[in-house]
């Protein structure tokens, strides 16, 4: 259920960058450009993430606000005990998966309307400039089960290491190794059937 989307090249410096930000983050008079500071390094990453998960640019747009609003509020309780990214990435998960819970309850409440029909949802969509090859990736992604589709997306998307992904979803490295091997098979299935 998410769309594709190009690589973001990922900050080549991020721990001085970090430590950056959060020394301006925790001065008063230098709080919004910390703020700024961390929007630039990483707003378009979040961006991302959290539109492979809720596929449409405006949804992502509201989830990404939030998500920075959630940032904003709770930076005096990040702790440092992992990596401001990974942090990030763990509200912005956090966010996105509210969201499509709420999304699903509405739609089950409104079981009059039309079924949703992910393709033709890319089609329209003015941001998605995707071939047929990667709809159908996308409806492969929306088989499967929300665990499995939150990392395969975490590590094909992102390439993002199982040690990393296991703090951002704390969850194994072993456990995310066999949700994204479950997934592998389920979308070369998908992708092979006619």
Known sequence: MTPIAPVVSKPTNTTSTDDEILALLRQPHSVERGFRLLMQAYQERLYWHIRRMVVEHEDA??????????????????????????????????????????????????????????????????????????IRLQEALGQLPEKQRLVFQLRYFEEMPYRQMSEVLDTSEGALKASYHHAVKKIEHFMTRE
């Open 61 to 134: 747009n509201d989830v990404l606000q939030n998500c920075f609003i959630k940032v904003y509020r709770n930076i005096g309780s990040f702790e440092g005990r992992s990596g401001l990214y990974t942090w990030l990435y763990r509200i912005g998960t956090n966010e996105a998966l509210t969201f499509l819970k709420k999304k699903k309850r509405k739609a089950a409440a409104n079981l009059d309307d039309e079924a949703y029909d992910l393709a033709s949802t890319l089609r329209a969509d003015p941001h998605f400039n995707g071939d047929e090859v990667q």
